[in-house]
């Protein structure tokens, strides 16, 4: 009777362990996947670890075991510390110059909003208002829009004001689920597939950004020829000695295709052909309210690309420094009076078919002193012009 009643204790124990074990161990999991820990070392710890202690109820000599599983954990905690310390210096040398750009900071009719305040004076939209939609960087300028014309009941993502991304922007314009994009020049991919909805492209310049390429603090070098960096992004040069800098491989990032900047990236290219970069050393634009985007890893010997008012106006952080091109600093200055030699057009883009009126109300609107001051207190530089294609 007493050995029949401890073995029923002994398989309450089990259960409870069990339990027990498997629920901390689930709770820690979710922990440590969500921390970045390598995925075996976590199953190892989900599986090995807590079975080990079932041998501590059923077994006699239990000191021998003890000992095995002492050094078993032992092991397992130093290879989890040592997977904990290399993610952690990875995040302390780990800018994120992706447009993330935290969408609630920039809301219109809200009192804290870090957005241009401007109640115009000439122009309130009524009626069928423009779908207004744009790429991360720009977020700040439309939103500030809105905040001018439209009704103060407009919000964030309720079918008027919305924020896609570039790729995902241009392809509801393309489907004319939207009526007016505020970015750079659409890709070839993302033209063509305008062309194949029957859908066209209307391009309104409204200003002007800077096109920048940014390194780590660290990095010595602080110029670069637009030869230097057609051949950087090519693969002919591949050392940052080759330029005056460090004996180091230099680590070019590239963003997801569709982006802006990766658009612009061909661009500045031309006829000069992009060399595949490593999957880890591009970083990805996932579509949604916010992107999710990968870290650029800003070791020395890195170099990335931007816009400029996204890195010195939204990101501004101190471990990144931009690089002038043909020695000539990216600022408003230099983007106004032409001498910076990578300039692109922030277009309004609408479609021709379009027949809301509307539409055209706010172009005009933007184009004008209020829209125009907008943009240029926002950061950017505006520009007087007319409508046009690039």
Excluded at 233 to 244: A, D, F, H, L, M
Excluded at 298 to 316: A, D, L, M, P, W
């Amino acid at each position: 009777m007493k050995k029949a009643s401890f073995v029923i204790l002994r398989i309450a124990l089990t259960a409870a362990a069990l339990f027990a074990s498997y629920y901390a161990a689930i709770v820690t999991g979710m922990y440590l996947f969500w921390n970045g820990i390598n995925d075996i070392i976590v199953y190892i710890g989900l599986v090995i670890v807590p079975s080990l202690l079932l041998p501590l109820i059923w077994l006699k000599n239990k000191k021998k075991f003890l000992m095995i599983w002492g050094i078993c954990a032992v092991v397992y905690a130093a290879v989890l510390g040592t997977n904990f310390g290399i993610i952690r210096y990875n995040k302390s040398i780990s800018v994120n110059t992706a447009p993330n750009i935290a969408v609630y900071e920039y809301l219109p009719f809200d009192d804290d909003s870090k957005i241009v305040k401007t109640d115009s004076k000439t122009l309130k939209l009524t009626g069928d208002l423009p779908r207004i939609d744009g790429a991360a960087a720009l977020f700040p300028v439309y939103s500030a829009f809105v905040n001018a014309v439209y009704p103060n009941t407009t919000e964030l993502h309720d079918g008027v004001f919305e924020y896609n991304n570039t790729p995902e922007g241009y392809r509801l314009l393309a489907e004319r689920e939207t009526d007016i994009f505020i970015g750079v020049y659409p890709s070839d991919e993302q033209k063509a597939y305008a062309e194949k909805k029957q859908t066209t492209f209307e391009y309104t310049p409204i200003g002007n950004e800077a096109f920048v390429f940014f390194v780590h603090k660290d990095n010595p070098v602080t110029d670069l020829t637009t030869e230097q960096i057609r051949d950087i992004y090519s693969g002919k040069i591949t050392n940052w000695k080759e330029v005056g800098g460090k004996n180091e491989k230099i680590a070019a990032f590239q963003r997801n295709e569709g982006s802006g900047s990766q658009s612009m990236l061909k661009r500045f290219m031309g006829d000069t052909p992009i060399a595949d970069a490593p999957t880890e050393m591009v970083n990805d634009l996932m579509a949604g309210i916010i992107e999710q985007v990968a870290d650029y890893k800003s070791k020395t010997n890195s170099i990335g690309f931007s816009f400029r008012y996204y890195v010195e106006g939204i990101i501004k952080n101190p471990d990144i420094k931009m690089i002038s091109i043909d020695g000539t600093a990216p600022t408003a200055e230099n983007i106004r009076n032409g001498s910076y030699p990578v300039v692109t057009p922030i277009y309004a883009v609408t479609y021709k078919e379009n027949e809301n009126k509307n539409v055209g109300k706010l172009l005009d609107w933007i184009l004008s002193d209020e829209g125009q001051s907008i943009i240029n207190e926002t950061g950017y530089v505006g520009i007087k012009g007319q409508e046009g294609t690039q």
